[in-house]
């Protein structure tokens, strides 16, 4: 797609608009590289009434489809005016061009709940928050009452001694083989499967440094999440060792003391053992997740997982025996091969076993995925919001409240990934990270440390990232050239928290 701009409305944000209603465009520099023949014109005027209004031209093949929208610069500030005029305008053209409507509106980010989080501060009640999400962003209601709520949630798991601690994650990026939707950094073939010892050691170590660091910051540990890939594809000995480093480094530097939730994603059910779960109970982990993504057989062949729903069931019931108090199963709506009945089954099922958190992601194809690859999927599929919308009002009427939601680009329909839970079961890592209530530090191949600031005055904060390697054995091999890289990081941290 070719893109023209006549007004003071960001590139960007016209890109993440049309890949709405266009999955997978590209946009070249080069008009004569446009293959796919789309062109999108955006003009933004200034008029004598304060009011700006926007136009939008839509250009496929023959097809020629417009939009226009004028919004009062008495309501909003110029940036927010032209956000919601160019987005309105461009929502009129592709709904007309392609018959779409995003369930979103013009809403695009990451965090929808975070807008809804304003309005509630401003002493909206849900109700409110929920309308003039909907009123200005052009969100339909379901999705717009979704967000408010989620923002009530966090809202309660939000305080000010939250924002004064701190978090932990631990990456482990092994599976034991690659989904057919999946792009993460995680490693498959025994080859590879092989550098665990190795990277075991190396962890170990930054686990250790990693605590110490915290300790000497004066911080207290609220959670641990260890993630991945699947953690549970090491072996009882490996994860006894893991899990005994990061009891003795919690220890020895007097951080864990209030620790209240220490996660460990056992993901993939046919890596489970009543062993392995024995171990991680006996360490302190109180939280797991059990993830089949679908309870339909033909369904999990189809996505390249290595386990079926017996397995499942099998796991499930090793879990909840385990001592861990609060389970988690993912769930995936809109998978390739499924359907509506197939998904309502899967649901309903899932709901009888009575965990105390569901999560339901939307099917997202990843760029370097196989069904990305080749092209098996379609990704205006109305499967995903037909799931959705189900899964949101079984799990709200047996009980379950959404606490968490982010939403990813590529996802069918423009749906989001939504997290419920018994009210007082919320996994309170995912709502940290996601709303980066306090600063998060990491350790292994791929893992992301980030530096978070109290809140100025004003309700702002700073940020700062700072990105493991990649690949675990480029993480292996800057160990072994640079050593731990702890030290950078502490330099970093005090400088950033003095």
Excluded at 117 to 128: I, N, S
Excluded at 213 to 232: E, F, M, R
Aim: one cysteine or more.
């Amino acid at each position: 797609m070719i893109i023209r701009i006549n007004g003071n409305i960001k590139k960007y944000y016209v890109e993440t608009l049309a890949m709405m209603f266009f999955p997978g465009v590209r946009f070249p520099e080069n008009e004569s590289d446009n293959t796919d023949g789309l062109i999108c014109t955006v003009v933004s005027e200034r008029g004598d009434d304060n009011t700006l209004t926007s136009s939008v031209e839509l250009v496929s093949g023959e097809r020629k489809e417009t939009g226009l929208s004028r919004v009062s610069l008495d309501e909003y500030d110029s940036e927010t005016a032209e956000k919601i005029a160019a987005g309105d305008s461009f929502l009129k053209a592709g709904e007309k061009l392609t018959g779409i409507r995003p369930p979103w509106g013009i809403l695009t980010g990451v965090r929808p709940a975070k807008i809804a989080t304003e309005l509630l501060e401003k002493g909206y009640d849900v109700k409110e928050a929920a309308d003039a999400i909907s009123r200005t962003y052009l969100t339909l209601g379901p999705k717009a009452e979704l967000a408010s709520k989620v923002a009530l949630a966090e809202r309660k798991l939000i305080t000010d001694q939250t924002r004064e601690e701190c978090s932990v994650y631990i990456g482990i990026p092994f599976c034991p083989t690659r989904c057919a939707y999946c792009s993460f950094v995680s490693y498959t073939s025994k080859k590879l499967l092989s550098l665990i010892p190795e990277y075991l050691e190396v962890l170990c170590s930054d686990i250790a440094d990693l605590f110490k660091l915290i300790g000497d910051l004066g911080k207290n540990v609220a959670s641990i999440y260890i993630g991945g890939g699947t953690p549970t594809v090491l072996d009882p000995h490996q994860l006894e060792k893991l899990l005994s480093r990061i009891s003795l480094s919690a220890k020895s530097s007097g951080v864990c003391e209030n620790i209240r939730e220490f996660t460990m994603e056992a993901g993939r059910p046919d890596t489970i053992t009543g062993e392995k779960l024995k171990i991680a109970s006996e360490y302190g982990v109180s939280r797991i997740s059990v993830n089949p993504q679908t309870l339909n057989d033909d369904v999990l062949k189809i996505i390249g997982r290595a386990h079926s729903v017996d397995d499942f069931y099998r796991a499930y019931e090793t879990a909840s025996k385990s001592g861990i108090n609060d389970i988690n199963i993912d769930l995936i709506a809109g998978l390739p091969g499924d359907s509506e009945e197939s998904f309502r089954n899967t649901v309903d099922s899932v709901v009888s076993l009575a965990p105390t958190n569901i999560t339901v992601h939307t099917f997202s194809v990843k760029k370097s995925s196989v069904f990305r690859m080749e092209e098996r999927y379609d990704a205006l599929s109305p499967l995903a919001g037909k799931c959705i919308e189900y899964s949101q009002q079984k799990l709200q009427c047996s009980g379950y409240e959404p606490y968490y939601m982010y939403r990813q680009k590529n996802t069918v329909g423009n749906h989001e990934n939504v997290g419920y839970s018994i009210p007082g079961h919320e996994g309170l890592y995912n709502v940290y990270m996601m709303e980066e209530v306090h600063s998060i530090f990491s350790a292994g191949a791929s893992s992301v440390t980030k530096f978070v600031s109290l809140p100025d005055e004003e309700g702002n904060v700073r940020i700062e990232r700072f990105f493991q390697p990649k690949y675990p054995y480029e993480y292996l091999e800057e160990h072994k050239e640079t050593g731990s890289r702890t030290e950078k990081l502490r330099k970093e941290a005090l400088a950033f928290f003095s």
